[in-house]
């Protein structure tokens, strides 16, 4: 069944109102009309199954029906901090790490990011990011999107706080057969947990952005035997994640 | 360090003989010497340290100087069938799934497959994937290439025989919390195991599918509690099994 995102001012009782762009999908893509039935998703109450009213032209006014009990949170809050890197990688990273569970990305400007933002075009890059968070999370079947920070530089990283866990993966990580495996960290982590982990870019970290991790209190983590791509790499720790505190 | 697959028959004794398309990117990608070293992976003895010897114009002439150990590959071999899909996720599964340790790669033309490939263009798409493959075995280090299947019918998949384990998973396993969970089934999975697993196109599988994987034996899996794409799944897979058999 569709699935559509309704901020919390849009519910007044049961009944509740859809605008923007996903009028237009219900009513020419879809092609849908009174008595259809949808999902809408309440931001912090949840899944919906609601009943379609009315089909104006810049609204859709439906009727819950009945609320369901649906769990399909990461139950750790997960955020993904990101380096720069070629082509449409941070899509894909946002893409699917939206429907691995991940809660927030955070696009990071590395020392050794090939790719360069251009500062004027940061706000149109972060919304673009954030409607594939959107358009995956629909997907996905979260009940909740996750949010695209602006572009951070390390000054702006070292300046976040309230994480239970601070990580850093890179490449060279997995090399090193010393650092702690990915499984004794994850293994600490507790439902609940505020988890932030940055990956590097193509040429990894630089040693000033290793101090400075390290200087913060952040952990390094090895991520399997293999070496993995830098948009692989988030897919790994998420699905690890997933299946060390929602696999039974 | 470069990273070379080079056959059996071009290893005697201390010497190793490079050729085809290597040559060329030794040459004059990398533009190396006489006396630069590159590491040279042969298919059954695994990684050795090698010098360059003569750079000729078909050929380089390396010789071994110790043998490495690595360990790299997944201790399970993986065999993933993977159904045909929109645009490049055939190609993403290949590269990604190479990077987390599969060994082999199977195109399946599902039921609902939207995409359909010629006939006539099988052969050079597998050599494309087999291609990338190869490319992905060097960049994450790996001492194997997985192989690429031609394109399977359901009737080659179901002559397929000497796995230990055939697995079929879905959307709809997502969703249906009854069937067993991921966890239960990779915890039954020993080293050296041989398993197979069938991941169904965006409509997913057809109910003639779906019965005749049930009768050939193949246990359905759920693939954690969101619903993923027809990309995403066997990633998810691959990263949860390396999880459970390769991380202390």
Chains 1, 2 share one sequence.
Not at 128 to 156: C, F, M, N
Not at 221 to 237: D, K, N, S, W
């Amino acid at each position: 069944m569709q699935r559509y995102f309704v901020e919390t001012e849009h519910w007044q009782g049961q009944a509740v109102t859809i605008d923007g762009e996903d009028v237009h999908h219900i009513s020419r893509v879809m092609r849908m009309e009174p008595g259809s039935e949808v999902v809408c998703i309440h931001p912090v109450e949840g899944a919906a199954l609601c009943r379609i009213e009315e089909i104006k032209e810049k609204t859709v006014d439906c009727e819950v029906l009945e609320w369901m009990d649906e769990d399909r949170e990461l139950p750790v809050e997960v955020t993904i901090v990101q380096s720069l890197g070629k082509g449409d990688k941070l899509e894909q990273v946002v893409q699917k790490g939206t429907e691995l569970g991940a809660s927030r990305f955070i696009p990071f400007a590395a020392d050794r990011s090939v790719a360069k933002w251009d500062l004027k075009k940061v706000k149109k890059k972060v919304e673009r990011l954030q409607k594939i968070a959107k358009e995956a999370s629909e997907q996905s079947e979260r009940t909740r999107i996750p949010e695209v920070s602006s572009l951070y530089q390390l000054q702006d990283l070292l300046k976040e706080e309230s994480f239970t866990w601070c990580f850093f993966g890179h490449a060279e990580e997995a090399r090193d057969a010393v650092s702690p495996s990915l499984k004794s960290r994850l293994t600490s982590i507790e439902p609940g947990d505020k988890v932030l982990i940055v990956f590097g870019p193509e040429g990894g970290f630089s040693e000033k952005e290793v101090e400075a991790f390290k200087d913060s209190g952040y952990l390094p983590v090895r991520l399997g035997p293999r070496i993995l791509r830098m948009e692989t790499a988030p897919l790994y720790f998420l699905s690890s994640l997933s299946y060390q505190v929602e696999e039974e």
